[in-house]
């Protein structure tokens, strides 16, 4: 019995990425328009599949590199430019050989997918862990000391020591493990790209609660940079609790 067109699609949308090679053999050869859309629909969705497992691959170049070193943790910031809230510090330890699809640099994907890896992220990695410094400590040590220190807390939180530490673009003071910092790191090192996304996931969860703390500033929808909507807020309502008193001294002066 010929199947229908309509059955074919309903094939083709179950099918996982491994089925699709047999999907294109069966139908390729199917005169009838509709199939042969379906089954060129299944060529690009294969093509696109191996070409992002090419760059993870690629994206793997630093551990690769550095595969002597049994524990190879990544480590990136998020929330270093923002007028109010605290700074965070991702540490990712991954397996060796370790492919999660479609991780990239945080900044680079959108709310839903950084969501969606940081679930993966943390079933699949060794250790994981976010360090956090408050706005009032920012203001007390200046935000670089303020990264430096997140970045500490979240390397001794985790549960395994790190042989190495990839950087993204920082070296670490007081800190007595073997670093090397990459330039634009959360682009070229899956580790790092991890901990840029938990940095950036675990800071953006906590300015949606603040923003059900203090409505008037809109914490939900800038996540405290410096929109003209925040800064108007900031010059109308003074400054709250979570406000980096440094970073305003210009808005309010104004």
């Given at each position: 019995?010929?199947?229908?067109i309509?059955?074919i699609?309903t ?9 699709l ?8 050869n199917d005169?009838?328009?509709g199939?042969q859309k ?12 191996e ?18 070193c049994?524990y ?9 430019g923002?007028?109010?809230g605290?700074?965070a510090?991702?540490?990712?330890i991954?397996?060796?050989d ?5 991780i ?6 959108s709310?839903k ?5 940081y679930?993966?992220?943390m079933?699949k990695a ?5 360090g ?9 040590i200046?935000?670089l000391?303020?990264s430096?220190?997140?970045m500490?807390?979240?390397i ?9 530490l ?7 003071p007081?800190?007595p493990?073997r ?7 959360d ?7 991890a901990a840029?996304i938990l940095?950036k996931?675990?800071r953006d969860?906590?300015m949606d609660?603040?923003?059900r703390?203090y ?5 939900a ?6 929109t ?7 010059r ?7 406000h980096?008193?440094?970073?305003l001294?210009?808005?309010?002066d104004?």
């Open positions: 019995m010929i199947k229908t309509g059955q699609r094939e083709y949308q179950a099918a996982q990425i491994q089925m090679p047999d999907f294109i053999e069966a139908y390729k005169s009838r328009a199939v379906l089954a060129a629909q299944a060529e690009k969705k294969l093509r696109d599949f070409q992002e497992r090419r760059r993870i691959y690629n994206l793997t170049e630093y551990e690769r590199q550095y595969s002597g049994a190879i943790c990544g480590i990136d910031e998020a929330g270093r923002p007028l109010a605290p700074v510090a991702g540490a990712v991954l397996p060796k370790c492919e999660i699809l479609y990239n640099d945080s900044k680079k994907l709310a997918m950084r969501e969606k890896l679930d993966t992220i079933e060794l250790t994981a862990a976010v956090i410094v408050s706005p009032q400590r920012i203001d007390e200046n935000i000391q303020a430096y220190e997140a500490r807390e979240a001794n939180k985790l549960d395994l020591v790190p042989d190495i990839l950087n993204d673009a920082v070296t670490i007081s800190v493990i670093q090397i910092p990459i330039i634009k790191g682009a070229k090192s899956i580790s790092i790209a840029s940095a996931v675990t969860r906590m609660e603040y923003d703390i409505p008037e500033y809109g914490f929808s800038h996540k405290g940079y410096g003209k909507a925040h800064i108007e807020a900031v109308r309502f003074g400054p709250c609790e979570i980096r008193k440094t970073f001294a210009s808005i309010l104004a």
